[in-house]
T-cell receptor, first 114, second 111 residues
Framework: DTEVTQTPKHLVMGMTNKKSLKCEQH?????MYWYKQKAKKPPELMFV???????INESVPSRFSPECPNSSLLNLHLHALQPEDSALYLC?????????????FGDGTRLSIL | KQEVTQIPAALSVPEGENLVLNCSFT??????LQWFRQDPGKGLTSLLL?????REQTSGRLNASLDKSSGRSTLYIAASQPGDSATYLC??????????FGKGTSLLVTP
């Protein structure tokens, strides 16, 4: 079992829907990440939060809106997504940002846009 | 921009064989290198992390080496088992926050 928990595991939504992805960790990590992984491709970084503040936004479209309400929880709010946004969305955490500790990943949310 | 290459892209071996997966990277100024396993439709499981100052790390039947100056890492799997079948990803941390992933090696171990 992974120590980073993502919900839901699967999500199907229309292009006009609003939904949210959730990620939780209770390892005391202070850095949390969102990655996007298309089929048969490696993960690509979207956002980095450090101490609950957004530190990195890798030029992600505004239809993806991250939120870090507390040190254990990371959300990704979705609105007006496009079919090409269908992918596996992975959350990760690490002890800190800009250090040498490993990133721990959740099992991901598989998102399908109709 | 850091480029990470993994060879081979796919590998099929009979159970019991020892095997080597290769990873190369273009910029040797890295913080660390991490090997992951990914089962179909699942997230990433961290296998081994090698700091830039280290040469190798071992966990059970897995051994990872790092030659930072030549930009290479290998993952050695001893006595392979069907349960080892998965995609293995190599990732380097070079800016302090962003993991740069290779495209992975898809491994199939047949009984």
């Amino acid at each position: 079992d992974t120590e980073v928990t993502q919900t839901p595991k699967h999500l199907v939504m229309g292009m006009t829907n609003k939904k949210s992805l959730k990620c939780e960790q209770h390892m005391g990590h202070r850095a949390m990440y969102w990655y996007k992984q298309k089929a048969k491709k490696p993960p690509e970084l979207m956002f980095v939060y450090s101490y609950e503040k957004l530190s990195i936004n890798e030029s992600v479209p505004s239809r993806f809106s991250p939120e870090c309400p507390n040190s254990s929880l990371l959300n990704l709010h979705l609105h007006a997504l496009q079919p090409e946004d269908s992918a596996l969305y992975l959350c990760a955490s690490s002890v800190g940002y800009r250090n040498n500790q490993p990133q721990h990943f959740g099992d991901g949310t598989r998102l399908s846009i109709l | 921009k850091q480029e990470v290459t993994q060879i081979p892209a796919a590998l099929s071996v009979p159970e019991g064989e020892n095997l080597v997966l290769n990873c190369s990277f273009t910029d040797s100024a890295i913080y660390n290198l991490q090997w992951f396993r990914q089962d179909p439709g699942k997230g990433l499981t961290s296998l081994l992390l090698i700091q830039s100052s280290q040469r190798e790390q071992t966990s059970g039947r897995l051994n990872a080496s790092l030659d930072k100056s030549s930009g290479r890492s290998t993952l050695y799997i001893a006595a392979s088992q069907p349960g080892d079948s998965a995609t293995y990803l190599c990732a380097v941390l070079d800016s302090g926050y962003a993991l740069n992933f290779g495209k992975g090696t898809s491994l199939l171990v047949t009984p």
